[in-house]
Nanobody
Framework: QVQLVESGGGLVQAGGSLRLSCVAS????????MGWFRQAPGKDREFVAV????????QYADSVKGRFTISRDNTKNTVDLQMNSLKPEDTAVYLC????????????????WGQGTQVTVSS
């Protein structure tokens, strides 16, 4: 069982930056690929970024490439999402998720989810 708790959301102006963090419980964090997803009101959950269990492989949604960076620290059981050059269309609840072993972009392939943190970007 893995429990995930996100933090770092908030209100920011367009062009600004935020850093989201997700801390995981348990001793098996190093075996999980970690992903970030987002969900805006009335929309489906959308893939943002994923990082493999050892940090060697990443994948980003086209909409955030070059602006967002995912990283992890397996000694602290954390995965972060650095978000730069934020746009109003980035407004959503951001959720971290854990998937046993390999990376994936489909949210249905993830095993555990956090509750989410709200990010609001004003124009």
């Amino acid at each position: 069982q893995v429990q995930l708790v996100e933090s770092g959301g908030g209100l920011v102006q367009a062009g600004g930056s935020l850093r989201l963090s997700c801390v995981a419980s348990g001793r098996t964090f190093k075996y999980y690929a970690m992903g970030w997803f987002r969900q805006a009101p009335g929309k489906d959950r959308e893939f943002v970024a994923v990082l493999s269990n050892n940090g060697g492989e990443t994948q980003y949604a086209d909409s955030v490439k070059g602006r967002f960076t995912i990283s992890r620290d397996n000694t602290k059981n954390t995965v972060d999402l650095q978000m730069n050059s934020l746009k109003p269309e980035d407004t959503a609840v951001y959720l971290c998720a854990a998937r046993w072993m390999g990376i994936a972009t489909n949210p249905y392939e993830y095993d555990y989810w956090g509750q989410g943190t709200q990010v609001t970007v004003s124009s």
